[in-house]
């Protein structure tokens, strides 16, 4: 279970109390910047949670500056959520749940709903609100708004139950499909309760919706750095390049090595980089590692490099069972004379600098002619369903492959959620792009429900 921040630091408390003095308007820009951040706005909603008042400045009602107001979204409308319901439209209101720590019992009802904002931050927003706090319960009933016109409608983010996980896709679903509408993303909080039974918001960069962009800026980027080493030293792949992985969807986990993988302690990747002139993939669905840098649970070890696709299913053992290129064929001269008509039969170059230069070398070389598409990197076979301890980026489709990929790299990331807790997007490959963008993400293309 998460651990969610009870307190917050002084200079947010001292701007809830501006936020919520009689010159909130005044303060509108400050709230509307904090509001635009996910983090804070969980903090912010745990703050309110803790707070409890006699009455609110110019005597409002408790819950204009204390306690969350949230709605729980109906199983069949996430998509426009703040339409008003049957209900409200007979009876002129719509109800929330007044959520506080003072009444612990009260949880939102529902795996996905909707926060409101506070009566003073909605008035400093421009989005005033009239409501009443329903007598004898832990409700309060606000007006009718204009559903038409949601960008005006006092909503501070949509949360998800941490507790199941899938509820992330609906939330995502809500959270698009405001975005369609107004282009603001609402921030995607999880709730939960705390090791003392309180409700508690949390915020997680990576189960935004709009995240996959950022990520896939980030492999770009590492497609485009051909240094040959990394600042420490160590071999490129530490920091550059993008580890790929092409593979089935099935009655199997696509992060577990097959059983011909942890037979010959070799699972098949492909590097991409800008110098490796790779074109294809092997299938047209799979995953993607983070650098070899990357601080994991389970760290991966690359043991051999064929430049070429080697065939290497089934073999004893993945990375000597052509034998290795060092000493009498570690250099392009001499790799060449040993393999220029036959590439695919390679022996098995070492991880180091040298041998990636080597195999960038090869793989440039115009005597040489690759008959697939694509390299085929050895990492060592890990043990099967660890993948939550992996550095899996991201599950991608090949958008050049005939038989598509998309469906099964929605499996991939449902499957992911499912078994581990952990949302990661799907992206667009295009291995052939000439501008160096080979990923690309689009929110359709995310599973939702």
């Given amino acids: ?16 109390l501006l936020a919520i ?21 969980a903090q912010v909603l745990n703050f309110r949670l803790s707070r409890t008042v006699a009455e609110c400045p110019g005597a409002k009602p408790q819950f204009y500056c204390s306690g969350v107001l949230v ?7 996430p998509a426009t959520f703040w339409k008003l319901s049957a209900a409200a439209q007979q009876a002129g209101a719509e109800r929330f749940l007044w959520l506080r720590d003072a009444a612990p019992k009260v949880a939102p ?68 499909a405001f975005f369609d509408v107004t282009g603001e993303w609402l921030p995607v909080l999880r709730y939960a309760r705390d090791e003392d039974g309180q409700v508690r918001f949390g915020f997680n960069s990576m189960e935004q919706l709009y995240y996959g962009y950022t990520v896939a800026a980030r492999l770009n980027a590492r497609y485009a750095d051909i240094s040959p080493n990394c600042p420490d030293g160590n071999p490129p792949y530490y920091c550059s390049g993008v580890l790929v992985r092409g ?16 037979k010959g302690n070799g699972v098949s ?14 299938i047209g669905q799979g995953l993607v590692m983070a650098p070899m840098s990357a601080p994991v649970a389970h760290p991966l070890t690359l043991r051999c490099i064929y430049p070429f696709n080697a065939g290497t299913s089934g073999a004893i053992d993945m990375c000597t069972f052509r034998g290795l290129c060092t000493p009498t064929k570690n250099t392009l001269e001499k790799w060449v004379a040993a393999y220029r008509t036959t590439p695919t039969t390679s022996c098995a170059i070492d991880p180091d600098v040298e041998g990636v230069k080597l195999n960038t070398a090869i793989r440039n070389d115009k005597r040489v002619v690759d008959p697939h598409g694509w390299n085929e990197w050895m990492i060592a076979a890990w043990p099967q ?42 992206l667009r490959f295009n291995p052939a792009a000439i501008d ?12 939702v429900d």
Avoid: C
């Avoid at 593979?247 to 993988?261: I, K, L, V, Y």
């Avoid at 598509?404 to 929605?410: D, I, K, Y």
């Fill in 436 to 447: 160096m963008n080979i990923f690309s993400y689009l929110p359709q293309d995310q599973s």
């Fill in 21 to 41: 003095s009689a010159q909130a308007r005044d303060m509108s820009s400050l709230r509307i910047q904090l509001r635009q951040t996910g983090e804070q706005t």
């Fill in 269 to 282: 990747f492909s590097w991409f980089r800008a110098d490796q002139l790779i074109s294809k993939t092997i």
């Fill in 109 to 176: 009802q529902g795996k996905v709903g909707y926060v409101f904002l506070d009566g003073f931050s909605a008035i400093a927003q421009g989005k005033p609100y009239s409501a009443k706090h329903i007598e004898g319960g832990w409700e309060v009933a606000i007006d009718n708004w204009n559903d038409q016109a949601p960008a005006g409608v006092a909503i501070e983010a949509v949360y998800y139950n941490y507790a199941e996980p899938t509820a992330l896709l609906r939330a995502h679903n809500a959270q698009r």
């Fill in 247 to 262: 593979t089935r969807a099935g009655d199997f986990h696509a992060w577990n090595p097959s059983d011909s993988s942890i």
């Fill in 385 to 426: 369903d660890i993948g939550a301890k992996l550095p899996i980026e991201v599950f991608f489709h090949n958008i050049l492959r005939a038989e598509g990929g998309l469906p099964e790299a929605r499996f991939f990331q449902r499957d992911y959620l499912n078994t581990d807790s952990r949302y990661l997007p799907v």
């Fill in 1 to 16: 279970m998460i651990a969610f921040k009870r307190t917050i630091p002084f200079w947010m408390s001292l701007l809830l």
């Fill in 71 to 77: 709605r729980s979204m109906a199983a069949g409308n």
